[in-house]
């Protein structure tokens, strides 16, 4: 059997594999760390569709001359399915009533539903809400989905733009404790979000340049390993939200003014600075 991967041929030697489902198990596996995945299948010239494929994978290395194997990286994978869930967004808003409460279940069965089940949980749930017709409104899904999908197109982009936000957040961090003790709840609720956020977005870019093999364990954070960094990051952030429930002021303002606005800085930075170096 000649194996190609992307129309070139592919030094792989089958070992104790018996069908062609074994083979795309292994090479699976092994495509999982390079960031890409299976995107498609070519038998002796035949194209595998969703109907074809269990007999596909049965079919034994014995019978088959030619695997043709496509493959795409998931970061761009990924992009597609939010591109479709958007256009499933307006498919909803247009279908009828009884259309509408069977879309939320053949939804879940769709390729972009299995794919973000899998990349991003919250997404899913979120779409799954959407298309019950609970929670946030569709447009306002639209909106989240738009942001994630700018995330995955141009992280780059999307972290430098974070900058001024990061400033903001940070100079009003320093403040929080100083608004809880004035009675300014609803500020100090918005600061705590806001931070959670913005946190949580330099979270996924970081995870976005990991997918898409970025070297992001060459970046280092006040001597640190940036993954030991977002892992203390993430102590302390409990720390804080922890205490911003007990209504412990002394330590909120503490941790807030010296602990999460000069980590989230220096988090952002040291992406945006790896970023910028690896572009030059």
């Known amino acids: 059997m000649k194996i190609r991967i992307n129309g070139a041929d592919a030094d792989i030697q089958l070992e104790a594999e018996k ?42 290395v014995d019978a088959v001359d030619i695997l043709d194997i496509t493959t795409c990286a998931i970061v761009e994978l990924f992009a597609e399915s939010l591109l479709q869930t958007i256009q499933d967004i307006d498919a909803y808003e247009a279908a009828g009533f009884e259309d ?46 738009e942001e994630r999908l700018g995330e995955l197109r141009d992280p780059a982009a999307e972290i430098a733009k974070t900058g001024p936000l990061v400033d903001e957040i940070c100079a009003r961090l320093e403040e929080l404790s100083l608004d809880i003790q004035t009675g300014k709840d609803a500020r100090a609720a918005e600061t705590v979000r806001a931070f959670s956020g913005i946190a949580e977005k330099i979270f996924r870019i970081f995870n976005i340049l990991k997918l898409a093999g970025f070297p992001v ?47 989230l800085h220096r988090l952002h930075n040291a992406i ?9």
């Open 217 to 263: 364990e060459e970046i280092t954070v006040e001597n640190a390993s940036i993954t030991t960094y977002i892992t203390e990051f993430g102590t302390a952030l409990r720390e804080l939200l922890a205490a911003y429930e007990q209504h412990d002021t002394v330590l909120v303002g503490d941790l807030a003014e010296y602990e999460m606005a000069p980590r």
């Open 272 to 280: 945006l600075d790896a970023i910028t170096r690896r572009e030059l």
């Open 100 to 145: 509408k409460s069977r879309f939320a279940a053949q939804w879940q069965q769709s390729p972009q539903a299995l794919l973000l089940a899998d990349q991003s949980p919250d997404l899913f749930d979120w779409a799954v809400t959407v298309f019950s017709g609970e929670g946030v409104s569709p447009q306002g899904f639209r909106l989240l989905l």
């Open 19 to 60: 069908n062609v489902g074994e083979i795309l198990c292994g090479l699976d596996s092994w495509l999982a760390g390079t960031g890409h995945r299976l995107s498609g299948l070519v038998i002796d010239g035949e194209a595998a569709d969703t109907g074809s494929m269990e007999a596909c994978f049965d079919r034994s």
